[in-house]
């Protein structure tokens, strides 16, 4: 693998083989010295023109834990604000001797821009690129599933048959597309339920079902709920059901969640609009993976760096 930009036409064997190397970074967390030899040398640019807490850290801390040398790159305060392109950007990186580069971009398709240019030799990873893709968030929010359903038995398996409701602002979520392509890779099956003016126009080649009742959907009683935060900074003024209809219609609220089968997993990729699209009892229940996501997030991002930095595919 030399870039990661999307879970779109990622292959079902690489997809499990990144989720069951994901284990054995997990297995190095657990232990008490955390540290992997394995990216000594190797320089990781973690270069963010979009504000992200989570992403960034957990690629940060991954890279450190593969002993790689980490070098964090802000668009505020940097040349970006005089009018740096992202070509001349990538290219101070390229001079300063970056192995691999880990884009967010509020562009959708910087990175693979960035991957594609020529400007630079770096193994690419999308961390966010505007409304398009978000793979590693998936790759996680998969291997969270699939540590929960099938536990110690996870390896080498998929998510056939799982039934995931993925809830709320699809239109901008870059979460949901790359979850959409990544889940039904898995054999899992996807609905969405959101207003109408929240799912895109375009769905028809997706592997998924549509609906617009929560209440409804979630009498399905689908074994994963994965609710999505309201994006109301990329909506400039576009619809918005006000904030108490969205919660009423579609916000997993306290009524919702005592419904709910104590088996099924509620997910949120952060960060949550607690009270709108998520009641605090939900977020914080023992059936709430918000904070394992953030936990796994290290091991799948240590496990994509490795597959794209350390030239021992099918080695280790
Ligand atoms: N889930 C996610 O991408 O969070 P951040 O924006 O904090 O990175």
């Known amino acids: 693998m030399k870039h990661l930009l999307g879970t779109r036409g ?3 064997d690489a997809a499990i083989d990144l989720l069951d190397i994901a284990e054995d970074m997990a297995a190095v967390q657990e232990r008490e010295v955390k540290k992997l030899p394995t990216l000594r040398g190797k320089t990781v640019v973690n270069l963010f023109f979009e504000d992200s807490t989570r992403t960034r850290i957990s690629f940060e801390a991954a890279a450190k834990r593969l002993s790689a040398d980490v070098i ?13 392109s992202l070509k001349d950007t990538a290219q101070t990186l390229q001079a ?54 099938h536990g110690a038995a996870s390896r080498g398996r998929g998510l056939d048959g799982v039934g995931v409701l993925i809830v709320g602002d699809i239109l901008h979520s870059r979460v949901a597309r790359s979850n959409v392509w990544l889940l039904a890779t898995l054999g899992a099956h996807v609905t969405l ?38 994006q109301a900074e990329r909506m400039q003024g576009s619809f918005f059901p006000n904030t108490r209809e969205y919660a009423r219609g579609w916000g997993l609220d306290d009524r919702r969640f005592d419904e709910l089968p104590a088996t099924t997993i509620v997910m949120h990729p952060g960060p949550m609009n607690r009270g709108l699209e998520i009641a605090s009892q939900a977020a914080d229940a023992p059936q709430s993976t918000v904070r394992e996501q953030v936990a796994n997030g290290v091991s799948v991002r240590m496990a994509a760096l490795y597959l794209l930095l350390s030239g021992e595919q099918g080695q280790r």
Not at 133 to 138: F, I, N
Not at 193 to 220: E, F
Request: aromatic share 4%; glycine share 10%; proline share 7%.
């Open 96 to 149: 300063m001797g970056a192995d691999g580069v880990v884009i967010r971009h509020p562009a959708s398709g910087a990175p693979q821009t960035l991957a594609t240019s020529g400007w630079i030799d770096a193994g690419v990873v999308n961390a966010g690129d505007g409304t398009h893709e978000h793979p590693t968030q998936a790759l996680l929010d998969a291997f969270t599933m699939r540590r929960r359903i």
């Open 193 to 230: 339920v959101a207003p109408p003016t929240l799912l895109p126009s375009a769905t028809q080649d997706w592997p998924i079902r549509i609906g617009y009742d929560l209440d409804q959907a979630l009498a399905g009683r689908p074994d994963v709920v994965m609710m999505l935060r309201v």
């Open 72 to 84: 964090n790159f802000s668009a505020k305060g940097s040349s970006v604000s005089k009018g740096e």
């Open 10 to 12: 990622l292959a079902r």
